[in-house]
């Protein structure tokens, strides 16, 4: 069975930085991608960043470009999501995702339980 933690949600500061990590167990995703999507507050999910399995190869939302990194470490099979210059419309609960997909930016199959994101301005 497949498993996704996210961690490192929290409350901040509008300039503020925050990391979310996301520890995944029952499998290794052995040349899949994974990525992050956001759900804020009384709107769709959407997508965030994307990377592929050696972590050469990543895709930012327009909203994000410049502000946030992507990496991943596969030798313990997590997933991080560095967050700088944070502004309070990049509130919401973030998710981690992951498995194989015909699209770099589309959702994938496996999903965390998602971590509340707050920036205060």
């Known amino acids: 069975q497949v498993q996704l933690v996210e961690s490192g949600g929290g409350l901040v500061q509008a300039g503020g930085s925050l990391r979310l990590a996301c520890a995944g167990s029952g499998r290794t995703f052995s040349g899949a991608g994974m990525a992050w999507f956001r759900q804020p507050p009384d709107k769709e999910r959407e997508f965030v960043a994307a990377i592929n399995w050696s972590g050469g190869r990543t895709d930012y939302a327009d909203s994000v470009k410049g502000r946030f990194t992507i990496s991943r470490d596969n030798a313990k099979n997590t997933l991080y999501l560095q967050m700088n210059s944070l502004k309070p419309e990049d509130t919401a609960v973030y998710y981690c995702?992951?498995?194989?997909?015909?699209?770099?930016?589309?959702?994938?199959?496996?999903w965390g339980q998602g971590t509340q994101v707050t920036v205060s301005s």
């Open positions: 995702n992951a498995g194989p997909t015909t699209s770099f930016s589309a959702p994938r199959p496996y």
